[in-house]
């Protein structure tokens, strides 16, 4: 059974930075895909960015932003978020996805004024 446990939300001011990090336990492989998801009171669930063996991908609304990273050997994610902005206020959610989808239970990021 996998499990992910994320760590790092919290508030900040408008052009601040945070980090977030996820660990994931049982069976991970690195040909599947980790990655941040966030969903904001109302709005459905996106996603932020992915990473597979190399590979990433973005969400538009925070490319040149936010940075994913992937330790391998630690089964370890994490998330880099500057310039961050009041729309990027949500609960953010750690995923893993191989035959089945598996979550995180989600940390809050609050960007304020």
């Known amino acids: 059974q996998v499990q992910l446990v994320e760590s790092g939300g919290g508030s900040v001011q408008p052009g601040g930075s945070l980090r977030l990090s996820c660990s994931a336990s049982?069976?991970?492989?690195?040909?599947?895909?980790m990655g941040w998801y966030r969903q904001a009171p109302g709005k459905q669930r996106e996603m932020v960015a992915r990473?597979?063996?190399?590979?990433?991908i973005y969400g538009d609304s925070v490319k040149g932003r936010f940075t994913i990273s992937r330790d391998y050997a630690k089964n370890t994610v994490s998330l880099q978020m500057n310039s961050l902005k009041p729309e990027d206020t949500a609960v953010y959610f750690c995923?893993?996805?191989?035959?089945?989808?598996?979550w995180g239970q989600g940390t809050q990021v609050t960007v304020f004024a």
């Open positions: 995923h893993y996805r191989a035959v089945a989808d598996f």
């Open positions: 990473i597979g063996e190399g590979n990433t």
């Open positions: 049982g069976q991970i492989f690195s040909f599947y895909w």
